[in-house]
């Protein structure tokens, strides 16, 4: 079946550690984008890629960072300047970057601090 | 940019009654609107979308009407099941951008009770 695989389920970080989170889709999507997820806040997007080599930063990126080496994979790696990083991350996928289509999402990646 | 306005933020029903959940948006170009439901620990799935061409659409128990002159959208669940509970996302595109992304409500917890 396709879909997007998000790996780790959870994750804990230390104080001043790099962690990176995983996602891989076999949809053949070209755009993919990663979201954070505070309870009552809804979804906040930190960075998408429209195509392979090419991403841009979302409406709360700061202390995060993204690669696109290959069309079927996009971590986020969540660093240490990321002084709340407690939430939920969801990964997500479109077709296109054409507007009028649904999302597909992983099931995300619990990031919690020790 | 798109703004999107969800609302209750909480619903309580009894099984069997109907939940009918809102949303607003801003950008009267925006021409898809999608709903997604999340269960606890799980990413958002699509449950029902509609384009701007069309004032309702069913699906079984589920439906979407659209008002695009009042730029409000609904999500309808009739008949309510304990299976239903879960949350409920609204959203609506950036049409403004060519990257597909989306500005999500920020969501409804939906209980339903036995």
């Known amino acids: 079946d396709g879909g997007i695989t998000q790996s780790p389920k959870y994750l804990f970080r230390k104080e001043g550690q790099n962690v990176t989170l995983s996602c891989e889709q076999n949809l053949n999507h070209d755009a993919m984008y990663w979201y954070r997820q505070d309870p009552g806040q809804g979804l906040r997007l930190i960075y998408y890629s429209q195509i392979v080599n090419d991403f841009q930063k979302g409406d709360i990126a700061e202390g995060y960072s993204v690669s696109r080496e290959k069309k079927e994979s996009f971590p986020l790696t969540v660093t240490s300047a990321q002084k709340n990083p407690t939430a939920f991350y969801l990964c997500?996928?479109?077709?296109?970057?054409?507007?009028?289509?649904?999302?597909?999402f992983g099931d995300g990646t619990r990031l919690s601090i020790l | 940019g798109e703004n999107v306005e969800q609302h209750p933020s909480t619903l309580s029903v009894q099984e069997g009654d109907s939940a009918v959940i809102k949303c607003t948006y801003s950008?009267?170009?925006?021409?898809?609107f999608p709903w997604y439901k999340q269960e606890l620990g799980k990413g958002p799935q699509l449950i029902i979308d509609i384009r701007s061409n069309v004032g309702e659409k069913k699906d079984q128990r589920i439906a979407v009407t659209l008002n695009k002159t009042a730029k409000h959208f609904s999500l309808h669940i009739t008949e309510t099941q304990p299976e239903d509970s879960a949350v409920y996302f609204c959203?609506?595109?950036?049409?403004?951008?060519?990257?597909?992304?989306?500005?999500f409500g920020d969501g409804t917890t939906l209980t339903v009770k036995p």
């Open positions: 950008d009267s170009a925006s021409n898809y």
């Open positions: 959203a609506a595109p950036n049409p403004d951008t060519n990257a597909g992304k989306s500005t």
């Open positions: 997500a996928s479109t077709l296109s970057t054409v507007s009028n289509q649904p999302q597909h």
